[in-house]
């Protein structure tokens, strides 16, 4: 999987991984949120782009994203689980990276492109249920920039 980072190019997720490590290390005594968030854009196939933002609280952030298009036409309920299922797959691996590398604390923040207005209204429970019984945070809309306003950005 190939990440972008608007400042450092194309990286690998190890490379991301030890980017985010060393950001959080320069100053281990602030407050840190990792956030992992999915949107997609459907044109002649449906782009996803996930992103991972490290937010040093009130200090800036970092980010990268990865993106990937596939041709299948997915419903709305099929489309949001698929978002939440790549960020997921994603917050899984960055937290079992952490937990080997001890920065185990720094926790995880899932952000979902749903809310309480629009279509996605009915499933929130259900995703939310998906990533809370993972062992993640979840956050909706208006709360979830990860994935309605980075990950959003580079859909288009």
Do not use: W
Request: net charge neutral; aromatic share 10%.
């Amino acid at each position: 999987m190939q990440f972008i980072s608007p400042t450092k190019g194309k990286l690998s997720f190890e490379q991301v991984f030890a980017d985010i490590a060393r950001f959080v290390e320069e100053h281990p005594e602030d407050r840190y949120r990792l956030i992992v968030g999915t949107d997609s854009q459907i044109r002649e196939e449906v782009c996803f782009v996930t992103a991972i933002i490290i937010h040093r609280e009130g200090k800036g952030a970092r980010f990268y994203y990865t993106r990937s298009y596939d041709r299948i036409r997915y419903s709305l309920k099929q489309r949001i689980f698929h978002e939440a299922a790549r960020s997921l797959g994603v917050a899984s691996r960055l937290a079992e990276k952490l937990a080997e590398n001890g920065l185990a604390d720094l926790n995880i923040e899932i952000h979902l492109d749903v809310g309480e207005q629009g279509k996605t209204k009915e499933l929130i429970r259900e995703v939310v249920g998906m990533i809370t019984g993972s062992g993640f945070d979840a956050r909706i809309k208006p709360e979830s920039y990860g994935a309605s306003v980075v990950a959003d950005k580079f859909t288009k």
